[in-house]
């Protein structure tokens, strides 16, 4: 079993920065892993923000991209998300994910395992 913390978010004015983590308790399923962040506003599908392979490869909706960074921490197996130039349309609670083998998120589908999720609210 895989467990996922997460820490960061909250309220910033449209155009500030916010950088959300995402604590993995495996550093062995971490470092084959493929990563991702998903999103979830109010009345609207979950939405796939970001991807990282184990190899680092990234991938992004085009909704953030030139926006949003994701990256990735093996000395304390975290992945993160750099969110600038933030706008009111970010606002959703976000989801990091995790997919031990990379099969599953390399076909647009979730892997097994979740955060508790961490709200960002964008202010006009």
């Known amino acids: 079993q895989v467990q996922l913390v997460q820490s960061g978010g909250g309220l910033v004015q449209a155009g500030g920065s916010l950088r959300p983590s995402c604590a993995v308790s495996?550093?062995?399923?971490?470092?084959?892993?493929?990563l991702a962040w998903y999103r979830q506003a109010p009345g609207r599908q979950r939405e796939l923000v970001a991807t990282i392979t184990s190899s680092g490869n990234t991938n992004y909706a085009d909704s953030v991209k030139g926006r949003f960074t994701i990256s990735k921490d093996f000395a304390n197996y975290t992945v993160y998300l750099q969110m600038n130039n933030l706008k009111p349309e970010d606002t959703a609670i976000y989801y990091c994910n995790i997919d031990p083998w990379g099969s599953k998120l390399r076909v647009g589908v979730p892997g097994d395992y979740w955060g508790q999720g961490t709200q960002v609210t964008v202010s006009s």
């Open positions: 495996s550093g062995s399923i971490f470092s084959i892993a493929s």
